[in-house]
T-cell receptor, first 110, second 114 residues
Framework: EDQVTQSPEALRLQEGESSSLNCSYTVSGLRGLFWYRQDPGKGPEFLFTLYSAGEEKEKERLKATLTKKESFLHITAPKPEDSATYLCAVQADRDDKIIFGKGTRLHILP | DAGVIQSPRHEVTEMGQEVTLRCKPISGHDYLFWYRQTMMRGLELLIYFNNNVPIDDSGMPEDRFSAKMPNASFSTLKIQPSEPRDSAVYFC???FGEGNTEAFFGQGTRLTVV
């Protein structure tokens, strides 16, 4: 069964304190791995898609990386506006389901 | 494009009543997904459609849940009869094409069953 596990569940950082969020996955044939950001009361907002091990993508203070078993979302010098829940999801190559992890709640203190 | 549109944004109903949630996907998208989000279980995939046809409904929790997509621009998720454990935020998402394409989410419907 496809599975996505994110850690930590919650993370509090000071503004400017860099860190990484982890997404471990088990899927029989990865088609794509997605990162989303979700603000309170809103739907998830797409950030990145990664397709193969070794791939990296960047957007402002965020960088996503992918290995054969996990993905990391690196946050460099975060600001309070980066506070949100970050969700990881995978899509297997045998169907079109998108399966989500439970997310990491990130809080950046000013 | 206005994005994925869901209605209503909030719904409060009594146990045993029928509830219908509505979704308008992004124009041109051929995949539509219904998710349920709770603190305990996170985002769970309930059902998804491709070209208006239900492909996988294995996530639908019980026969009380049903979903339809009568045309490319409209889908409904119905719960009959509703129960307090159905209280959650329900999201609709749409995407275009096979392969590695991201899904775009609506704002969700917060359902409370009392």
């Amino acid at each position: 069964e496809d599975q996505v596990t994110q850690s930590p569940e919650a993370l509090r950082l000071q503004e400017g304190e860099s860190s990484s969020l982890n997404c471990s996955y088990t899927v029989s044939g990865l088609r794509g791995l997605f990162w989303y950001r979700q603000d309170p009361g809103k739907g998830p907002e797409f950030l990145f898609t990664l397709y193969s091990a070794g791939e990296e993508k960047e957007k402002e203070r965020l960088k996503a990386t992918l290995t054969k078993k996990e993905s990391f979302l690196h946050i460099t010098a975060p600001k309070p506006e980066d506070s949100a829940t970050y969700l990881c999801a995978v899509q297997a190559d045998r169907d079109d389901k998108i399966i989500f992890g439970k997310g990491t709640r990130l809080h950046i203190l000013p | 494009d206005a994005g994925v549109i869901q209605s209503p944004r909030h719904e409060v109903t009594e146990m045993g009543q029928e509830v219908t949630l509505r979704c308008k996907p992004i124009s041109g998208h051929d995949y539509l997904f219904w998710y349920r989000q709770t603190m305990m279980r996170g985002l769970e995939l309930l059902i998804y459609f491709n070209n208006n046809v239900p492909i996988d409904d294995s996530g639908m929790p019980e026969d009380r849940f049903s979903a339809k997509m009568p045309n490319a621009s409209f889908s409904t998720l119905k719960i009959q009869p509703s129960e307090p454990r159905d209280s959650a935020v329900y999201f609709c998402a749409s995407s275009f094409g096979e392969g590695n394409t991201e899904a775009f989410f609506g704002q969700g419907t917060r359902l409370t069953v009392v």
